[in-house]
């Protein structure tokens, strides 16, 4: 993969090459949209030979795809809901992940489930479990994670001190996987980089390009520049999540496909503040509560609350912050206060309306549609099915297209990074001591570029001083700021500090301490000068004051108004979408 590894960089060159490239001549298909549907469609339509652009209005991931619980998991309370095939899907998916497509980027995690009843709830839950556990087999493939068992209160209590022992009356551990889903969503663009694609942030699409009925292609706007400039192309694909009913507006007429949102929050806490060796997992009167290990960290989350307000920068309220701590400490013997916490986020699920008025019980299934001639919509579905949602996405463009288009062969395609990564792990002493790191910063960095990690050992020795940490942040190397612009498309100090890292939820300072240097890093990549870095830190600097002071908000009007009162990113030019 070494001559792939070149072509699958997104630096600021790249970028403008595909903008060239896009005016240039007719695709088969556009995709609009860079989330993790987005991305796996234009990676599926690339690896079957057809000609893809991709444009996303904003950064990669920036939309729910960065603001999830950041598992790969079946759905247990799906079960609950007889909802057996969704899981069957979802666990099949999870096992080619972990094993084939991305093992450098998706790794197992266990989860303790309590129990609070004596006598019906342990047989009830434990056949729940091992059916999820059965569910699991893929064609061919292993569940790639251990399975589950029944643990008395005292065994679980030595898995989970934290737990306050009047809570639960017994335990079943299982296990599911987690992803840096921003990360897999950049990843998965770099590999279809790789065959072909072009790709481009910060570009956003203002209208359809008509012949007559038919689409014909995108009028599109460069939001670092101002110009715009029309793609044509054989099919559009609208993939665009929480935005897909502003999509259908552009092309005029009825949609076929109506998307609620529905607002989830998260909290990160210092992993010393809860005591476990173990995930956890608790039902709430609406869902599911999760515990999350995360590196230092445990992520807690989510709330599930219908969402009309800004779909761009939705806000976390005081109500949703202390909903997630009550229902936690309901269980933990040391209980968290707001201080414990280190960040907030809060992201919009995209779920299919019209089933319930409850948004808990809304649709997490997908759908595609063909409305009118040339364009394909897709909503629905979750973050672990992307692949599926894809293949079906591309089936539909293939329908449209007068050519013949070979199936999809994304489950035999491992993104970039993971082909050799257990070879790297294995070596990984070896790759210490002949770059001078140590060992556990090979194991983060493995962790996160898998082989790709010679690309960034690179820039190390071309220039030692980044193989020092980010002082404010020293789980990650200066390196990493760099390699985010010149490799993985990030354009902006906050798409560094939120998604290529996660620096503004893991720091108390929520990226401010870093900002600065973070910004000094990126300036000779990405060609800013004295008076850029100095408007990247004061935007950055104004979105997290915001961000905190919606956070003390009752409500989530006011969290919104106070959101929105943070200025655009720049350079802007339009209200951003998409």
Known sequence: ???????????????????????????????????????????????????????????????????????????????????????????????????????????????????????????????????????????????????HRHLSRSRALRLAPALKKSAFTGAVQYWDAQV???????????????????????????????EGERVTGVRARDLESGTEFDVHAQQVVNATGVWTDD???????????????????????????????????????????????????????????????????????????????????????????????EGVYAGLRPLLSGESDQTSQLSREHVVAHPVPGLVMIAGGKYTTYR???????????????????????????????EGYQALWNSRYRLAHTSGLHVARIEHLLQRYGSLIDEVLELVED??????????ADDYLRAEIVYAATHEGARHLNDVLTRRTHISIETFH?????????????????????????????YFTKRVEAERRSQEQDSDQEADAIRLGAPEIVPVVAPERG
């Open 510 to 538: 929520r990226g401010l301490a870093v900002a600065q240097e973070a910004a000094e890093l990126l300036a000779g990549p990405l060609d800013w000068d004295a008076e850029q870095v100095k408007r990247e830190v004061e």
């Open 1 to 147: 993969m070494t001559a792939g590894r070149s072509v699958s960089r997104l630096g600021p060159a790249e970028r403008a090459a595909a903008l060239a490239e896009m005016s240039a001549r007719e695709f088969d298909v556009v995709v609009v949209g860079g989330g993790v549907v987005g991305a796996g469609i234009a990676l599926d339509a690339a690896t079957r030979g057809l000609d893809v652009a991709l444009l996303e209005a904003r950064d990669f991931a920036s939309g729910t795809s960065s603001r999830s619980s950041k598992l790969i998991h079946g759905g247990l309370r799906y079960l609950e809901q007889l909802n057996f095939e969704l899981v069957r899907e979802a666990l099949q998916e999870r096992a080619l992940l972990l094993q084939r497509l991305a093992p450098h980027l998706v790794r197992p995690v266990p989860f303790l489930f309590p129990m609070t009843h004596f006598g019906w709830e342990r047989p009830y839950v434990g056949a729940g479990v091992a059916l999820y556990d059965t569910l699991g087999f893929a064609s061919g493939l292993t569940r790639g994670v251990p399975g």
């Open 247 to 341: 999509i259908q507006e552009l092309v005029g007429g009825r949609g076929q496909i109506h998307v609620r949102a529905s607002k989830g929050i998260h909290l990160l806490v210092p992993r010393d503040r809860i005591h476990s060796r173990t995930g956890i997992i608790l039902r709430t009167e609406k869902s599911v509560l999760f515990v999350i290990p995360w590196g230092r960290h445990w992520i807690i989350g989510t709330t599930d609350t219908e969402w009309t307000l800004d779909k761009g920068h939705p806000a976390a309220s005081r109500t949703d912050i202390d909903y997630l701590l009550d229902h936690v400490n309901a269980v933990l013997s040391v209980p968290l206060t707001r201080d414990d916490v």
């Open 463 to 472: 220039d030692p001083s980044l193989g020092r940490p980010l002082s404010g």
């Open 180 to 210: 840096d889903d921003a990360r897999y969503v950049m990843t998965m663009l770099r590999t279809a980089a790789t065959y072909g694609a072009q790709i481009a942030p910060r570009a956003q699409v203002v209208g359809f390009l008509r």
């Open 388 to 418: 599926v949602m894809a293949r079906d996405a591309v089936d539909a463009v293939a329908h449209g297209l007068d050519q013949r288009v070979p199936r999809s062969c994304t489950d035999r395609v491992p993104l970039v990074g993971a």
